[in-house]
C-alpha cells in the first residue's frame, strides 16, 4: 500500500487567491495591510519562513516589515518592540518568530501583541479565547493541519486524533481546533510513556515534535491518516519532517515534508493579516 499524498500546493493557492483579491479591497477603501514580523534568533527553518512570508506578502499585495532584533535580545527588548508596533496603526499585522532567545519566554513577551493584531495567535489571550470558543486568531500551523485536512475531505468528527507536540505554536491550539471539530483528541510529548502505543491508536495522526523520524511504520495503525509537520534542517541542507518515508508504505494517507502543511501555514497567516475583524 503506498499512502495517498496530502499536498498543502493547492489548498494554499485557493487561500492566496482570495488574499489577494481582499488585500486590494483593504488597500482600495484605504486600509492597506501591513504585516511587521518580529524577529530574534538565527534559526534556518525561521529565517527561511520569514522569506516566505514576505515574498508571499509582496505577491498578494500585502506590505510586510520585518524587524530583526538579532539571537541576543533581552525579553524587555522584544517586549517593547512589539508594543510600539502594537500601537503603530499602520501595522495591520504583528507576529513574533519562535524559537526566542534563551531565558526569553514566549508568553511573556506576546502578551505584548495587541490581540486584534495577533495574526499567528501568540498572545496568551488568543489561545484563552480559542480554548473557550471565543473568536480567536488561532495559530497560522495548527490552523493549516485542519484546513489541509478538510481539503482533502477527511473526516474528523468522531475520530481520534494524535498530536505528539504540546507547544503553544503547534500542539496545544491544534487540540482545541480537532476538538472544536468534534475529535477525540489525544496529546503526547517527550514524557509520553511509550509514545507508540499511544500513536498507533490514532485515526489521524499529526506529528509536530521536531524530531527527525520520530515516528516510524511501528507508530502507525495501518489506515491511518498522518499529517508531518516537522521543519528539521539535513545536513545537506535540504528540508526533513518527523515522519519517517517508511511509514508511507503503512498510512492510507500522508501529508509530506516539504510540500504539505508549510505552504497553507503561510497562506493562513497571510489570511489573517487581511482579516481585521474576524468574520
Ligand atoms: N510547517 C510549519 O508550518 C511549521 C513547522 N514547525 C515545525 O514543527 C516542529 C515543532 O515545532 P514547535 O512546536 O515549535 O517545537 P517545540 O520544540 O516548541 O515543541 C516540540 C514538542 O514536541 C515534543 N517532543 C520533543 N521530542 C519528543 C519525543 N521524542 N517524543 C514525543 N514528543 C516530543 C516536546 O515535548 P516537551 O513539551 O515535553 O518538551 C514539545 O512539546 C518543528 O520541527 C518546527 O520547525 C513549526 C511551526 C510551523
Ligand atoms: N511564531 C512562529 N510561527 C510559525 O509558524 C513558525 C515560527 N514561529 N518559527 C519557524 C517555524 C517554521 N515554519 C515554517 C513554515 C512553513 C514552511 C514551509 O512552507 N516549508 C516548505 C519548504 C521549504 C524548503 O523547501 O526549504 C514546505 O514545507 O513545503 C517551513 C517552516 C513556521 N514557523
Redesign the pocket.
Known sequence: MTATRLG?AEPAAIVRAEVTERAAWLRAAGRPPLLAIVTATD?D??A??VR?IATAAGKAGIDCDVVDLGSAATAAEIGGRLTELSADAAVTGL?????LPPRVALADVAAAIDPDKDV?G?NPLSLGRLAAGLPAFA???AAAVVALLDHHGIELAGRHAVVVGRST?VGKPLAHLLLDRDATVTVCHSRTADLAAVTSTADVLVAAAGRTRLIGPDHVRPGAVVVDVG?NPTADG??AGDVDPAVEGVAAALSP???????V??AL?LQNVVRPMLD
Open positions: 498543502g534559526d527553518a525561521s527561511w519562513y516566505s507576529m513574533l518568530q519562535t524559537p499567528d501568540a495559530p497560522a500551523t505554536v521543519t535540504g528540508l515534508v516539504p510540500g504539505g502543511v508549510g505552504p501555514t503561510t497567516l
